[in-house]
């Protein structure tokens, strides 16, 4: 057969296209890797497969641009006036990268869109949410927004300190209209019962899957009375604004759960929120709510029961709201153990099993790593016996959930192991400071002498969450504890009727200004989740390392400092930043020892978790750092 010009062109045809695909493939996954969400995936992996920013050259990095929050103005403005002096406390925004595009809110309430290679803005969009007053709970703060898109529509949607969620046009940076009123839904209604708006509100970005936007809420944790609002998570329609579905996190009649409410307390109690980040897996159609203690914290006479779905990981269909499955890591809790981060879903093996499975850490100290189709515990989860209650009219659960794998990764009580023991003089003033209160192993409740509770409130983990890693299934996860007590005080009937509230002791001294317990105060553990062993644990900063070191004591080592931001994990490097002392820090490990790379100093503390990207061929970080008047968004990158 004779071959033709024509012929041998369509013979090479073939190659040829599949060779200028592989180009195109290339060439865009070199020059553009988003961050679509908070927190980088609806998974809250916290993970970026880039490798430009290695360990070889990450002390390199330097300033690429900076831009100033817009709220900084009008903090100075609010400043100078008699009355209102409004100011926020630090800037715990993650901003996320669509296209070469970067969306981030301030704790004001407002929206910016900047280049995500220069910091110019684009546009800025002002909610006007603190003029409301002082938010719930946690004050003028707020940690991200979401992304959805269908066909040319591009929507940035954010849920504000002041009970509204918002549709703003992603190009345009106006509110849709088509949205709610004016591109707002009021989210103050809608919850089944009138509630005091000023006791309610969002801190955290919504969750944007399957077409839906889910919302949850803070709520006040210091009530004056029983009747406060619920927490209830709710999934909206992202063109109209109309709520699609409703999960009651106190279950209403009828509902499964509702008997865990004795005495018909679930038709007054409130908060079981989930005030912290929620994730998805948007392909199994499923998201996973972490939700909070009820009312009120620290005394459940009020609410007798198990009480779910508090302190549960629950897990709901995300175009229903459908309860799928969920576990209560706390049964009737009353030491504000919320499940404090977002879930991590995460592909593991384990005994040669391949598991879709999602991982929840908590205040505890615990992990619980479950299959994230079913619910199934991948270890063993046990209900141990727990100390019991002297408070008049509190019942307690006789035994709260332990996993036996993963080991915890803060220690857990008040005892020989955790008490300080520097010098034997030390220790005999820790043990001397302790004995005014009651104290014991983790589950020790409050009471009205006052208990020493360790982890406190705090954690163990917080918000700021964990991050995994998918080549290695190794988990990192950063954490801090300090003791505090609670002690529990008749409530006045005048103006409140609770039966007890939380007293005015809320600490115990450690010996000589030192802290209660053994060092690290805080700490960073890799965890792999195929085996369930932990790899390593590093103290988290140096602490009060010096302060030992001068009372004549021989060098501990780096202690912990308490602060702490959520971890970003690349192909090549662990990012985590501190205050540590006088220093504003990120830092840069070595993802497989822990061992610090390279600390690069920052103009102000940080108060975000960090974030990276990459446009037009170029990696950058991002972290948002400082507050009040002086709030910023600092990206770095290699010369």
């Known amino acids: 057969m004779t071959n033709t010009p024509g012929g041998n062109m369509i013979a090479r045809f073939p190659q040829k296209f599949i060779f200028f695909l592989l180009l195109v493939i290339l060439s865009i996954e070199l020059h553009a890797a988003d961050w679509p969400s908070y927190g980088g995936d609806n998974g809250s992996r916290k993970y ?28 100075a403005e609010n400043r100078r006036q008699e009355n209102f002096r409004a100011t926020p406390g630090g800037y715990k925004a993650t901003p996320i990268v669509i296209d070469g595009t970067m969306y981030i809110p301030t704790s004001f309430g407002s929206i910016a869109a900047l280049d995500a290679r220069t910091g110019e803005e684009k546009w800025v969009f002002e909610t006007g949410a603190w003029e409301a007053g002082t938010p719930a709970n946690l004050g003028y703060n707020t940690r991200g927004v979401a ?9 940035i949607f954010f849920a504000t300190n002041d009970s509204y969620l918002w549709s703003i046009d992603a190009e345009s940076g106006q509110p849709d209209n088509r949205f709610g009123e004016g591109g707002r839904v009021d989210l103050a209604q809608g919850l089944g019962r009138e509630i005091n708006r000023r006791q309610y509100g969002v801190v955290s970005p919504p969750l944007v899957s399957n077409d839906i936007v889910i919302v949850n809420s803070i709520v006040n944790d210091l009530p004056q009375t029983k009747e406060m609002p619920p927490g209830h998570v709710r999934g909206f329609n992202p063109e109209t604004g109309a709520m699609e579905w409703i999960f009651h996190t106190i279950p209403q009649a009828g509902e499964f759960g509702n008997d865990s409410w004795e005495d018909g307390s679930w038709e007054y109690t409130g908060n079981t929120n989930s005030w912290t980040v929620m994730s998805a897996d948007d392909e199994l159609g499923y998201v996973y709510i972490p939700i909070g203690t009820p009312t009120n914290d620290w005394y459940g006479g009020l609410r007798k029961g198990s009480n779910l779905f508090a302190e549960s990981l629950v897990v709901v269909k995300a175009a229903t709201g459908e309860l799928v499955w969920h576990f209560q890591m706390v049964h009737h809790g009353v030491w504000d153990y919320d499940l404090p981060a977002a879930p991590t879903l995460i592909d593991i093996t384990v005994d040669g099993r391949a598991i879709e499975a999602v991982a929840q850490i908590s205040k505890q100290g615990y992990t619980y790593v479950f299959d994230r189709v079913t619910g199934e515990p991948v270890w063993p989860i046990e209900e141990r016996a727990v100390p019991q209650s002297s408070v008049p009219g509190e019942a307690l659960s006789p035994t709260q959930p332990h996993p036996t794998r993963p080991a915890a990764f803060e220690p857990q009580g008040i005892s020989d192991e955790t008490l300080i023991d520097f010098t034997p003089e030390l220790r005999a003033e820790a043990l001397q400071n302790i004995e005014k209160f009651d104290y014991g192993p983790l589950f020790t409740p409050p009471s009205l002498r006052g208990t020493i509770q360790f982890p406190g409130w705090g954690g163990g983990a917080e918000w700021h969450g964990a991050s995994f890693d998918p080549e290695t299934g190794i988990y990192y996860i950063p954490s801090a504890s300090a003791p505090i007590v609670v002690q529990l005080a008749d409530a006045d009937p005048a103006d409140s009727n609770l039966v007890y509230r939380r007293g005015r002791e809320n600490s115990v001294a450690g010996p000589q200004g030192l802290p209660l317990t053994k060092p690290p105060y805080s700490r960073i553990t890799a965890i792999n989740l195929n085996t369930g062993e932990h790899v390593w644990m590093v103290p988290h900063g140096e602490g009060v390392r010096q302060r030992i070191i001068d009372m004549g004591i021989l060098d501990p080592g780096p202690v912990g400092s308490q602060s702490r931001t959520g971890p970003l994990l690349t192909k090549t490097l662990l990012f985590i930043a501190q205050r540590d002392g006088d220093r504003n820090l990120l830092r840069a ?51």
């Not at 992304?147 to 040319?152: A, I, V």
């Open 48 to 75: 970026a497969a880039l490798d430009q920013i290695g360990a070889q050259n990450v002390a390199r990095l330097s300033t690429a641009w900076t831009w100033d929050s817009v709220d900084n103005d009008q903090v």
């Open 147 to 155: 992304y959805w898109q269908r066909g040319e529509l591009t929507r």
């Open 589 to 639: 490990f070595n993802k497989a020892t822990g061992a610090i790379i390279t600390e690069i100093d920052l103009p102000l503390p940080p108060a975000g978790t960090p974030m990276t990207y990459l446009v037009d061929g170029r990696q950058y970080v991002s972290i948002a750092v400082g507050g009040g008047a002086d709030a910023k968004l600092i990206t770095l990158a290699l010369p």
